[in-house]
């Protein structure tokens, strides 16, 4: 079946430091959402990428979706604290309506 | 906008004890609805999802089952809970169109002991 795996599984990174981490799906995506969890909480809505190739960016953080739409990644700039949490990339499986999570990166700003 | 009532917050149960979670949607009509379930600090494994009323699919075989009674209303239940099903069950919904975004409960911490 589809998997979804993300590296780095863990970053710890210092305050002011940039930060990425990289979604790669086994099979091709028509779009894939990234979503954030703080610790404790629930998966919350960052962003979508549809267009192959497409590059969005929200403040801080830009999110790229590759050219052959298998992969993405997520860049942040400059971290800070508030960026704690676990980022998730999520694509639907293909013919189903099933939404099919990464594995996550958990990050850690150290202040 | 829809929102997503997930109940309780936390549960602590025995082993060989039933389960019933429950899901409720508002802000939206014939939803596709899901339940995930995250071991600590690990990712979301889908487990059910429903597409309309009465319709599931399973994604994992255990001892778990999902129930759509309403269009609104996703039920996740268990007849006897095993120490492997402890963990962060998250509830969520999808209206269904390529643009729309996944929205979650604020899920329930199920420790089973």
């Known amino acids: 079946g589809q998997q979804v795996m993300q590296i780095p599984q863990y970053q710890h990174v210092q305050e002011g430091e940039d930060f990425t981490t990289y979604c790669n799906s086994s099979t091709t995506l028509s779009n894939i959402q990234w979503y954030k969890q703080r610790p404790g909480g629930h998966p919350v809505f960052l962003i979508q990428?549809?267009?192959?190739?497409e590059v969005k960016k929200q403040k801080r953080l830009t999110f790229q979706f590759g050219e052959a739409k298998k992969n993405s990644s997520l860049h942040i700039t400059a971290t800070q604290t508030t960026d704690v949490g676990t980022y998730f990339c999520?694509?639907?499986?293909?013919?189903?309506?099933?939404?099919?999570f990464g594995t996550g990166t958990r990050l850690k700003v150290l202040a | 906008s829809q929102t997503i009532h997930q109940w309780p917050a936390t549960l602590v149960q025995p082993v060989g004890s039933p389960l019933s979670l429950e899901c409720t949607v508002e802000g939206t009509s014939n939803p596709n609805l899901y339940w995930y379930r995250q071991a600590a600090g690990r990712g979301l494994q889908l487990l059910f999802y429903s597409v309309g009323i009465g319709q599931i699919s399973s994604e994992v075989p255990q001892n778990l089952s999902a129930s759509r009674p309403q269009d609104r209303q996703f039920i996740l239940s268990s007849k006897k809970l095993l120490l492997s099903d402890s963990g962060f069950y998250l509830c969520?919904?999808?209206?269904?169109?390529?643009?729309?975004?996944?929205?979650f409960g604020s899920g329930t911490q199920l420790s089973v002991l």
């Open positions: 990428l549809v267009k192959s190739g």
């Open positions: 999520a694509g639907p499986n293909s013919g189903t309506y099933k939404y099919i």
């Open positions: 969520a919904c999808w209206g269904g169109a390529t643009n729309e975004k996944l929205f």
